[in-house]
């Protein structure tokens, strides 16, 4: 049975709760960078995690091109990042940008583990929240394999909304000021190919624009594309 654009958007919760991030608090550092600027990087040493308090971050590649190709879905206040290679014991792959001004708190790999050995629930839970973005990191490349680039551009709409939206009486409003380039990173397409649908999207009345924000006005017209 084919999924429904409902299915796509639920799935396993990504964020800690309260008990969960005091944990990690009482280890960490607590750290503010602006927008733009680069947490980790590829070939770094993976030496620590991150719990996000505030803002968001995106995970990602460089094609050959020099080109941003993200790899992951955004990072929300409460999620945890740097897990999967911290925990395998090697460097990064991948590199973690700001969105926009973020607050982390920072926790050194030896902290971690000691945390992990001691707190067997939280063990269970960074496990079920790897084992959500292996399943998540399945369904994007599933999406880029079989869909077309205006469905991938509907359901990154709809998901970024259900995460980071806040709810308006005429819709929801996104808002994370993603450019162009950065969305055309995140479904595999271009930057000119993204300017192109946002602007069906918006014709057609299933988005509005209120300067660099983007807002959902009608997301059952919307989901409609994800075919």
């Known amino acids: 049975m084919a999924e429904t654009a409902k299915d796509l958007l639920q799935g396993e919760p ?27 990087a590829a070939e770094e040493i993976a030496d620590r995690v991150y719990l996000i308090e505030k803002g968001w971050v995106k995970i990602y590649r460089l094609s050959a091109d020099g080109r941003e190709v993200t790899v992951g879905s955004i990072r929300n206040p409460g999620e945890m990042m740097g897990l999967a290679e ?3 014991h090697g460097k990064r792959t991948c590199f973690a940008g700001a969105i926009s ?9 030896k902290d971690f583990l000691e945390l992990l050995t001691d707190e067997h629930y939280f063990s269970l839970k960074v496990a079920k929240l790897l084992a959500a973005r292996m399943r998540e990191a399945e369904a994007m490349v599933h999406e880029l394999v079989c869909w077309q680039v205006p469905g991938r551009l509907a359901l990154l709409l709809l998901k970024i909304g259900e995460r980071c ?6 819709g929801i409003k996104i ?10 990173g995140m479904i595999g397409t271009t930057r000119q190919t993204v300017t192109s649908l946002l602007n069906i999207f918006k014709r057609e009345k299933s988005i509005d624009f209120e300067g660099r924000e983007i807002k959902i006005l009608n997301p059952k017209k919307l989901a409609s594309w994800i075919v």
Do not use: C, M, Q
Not at 14 to 40: A, C, Q
Not at 101 to 109: A, F
């Open 101 to 109: 001004d973020v607050t982390l708190v920072v926790v050194t790999k």
């Open 175 to 184: 808002k994370l000021r993603l450019t162009h380039e950065e969305i055309a």
């Open 165 to 170: 939206g806040i709810e308006e009486e005429d």
């Open 14 to 40: 990504l964020s800690l709760n309260e008990r969960e991030k005091e944990l990690v608090r009482k280890l960490g550092v607590t750290l503010n960078y602006p927008k733009g600027h680069i947490i980790f």
């Open 86 to 88: 911290t925990l395998y």
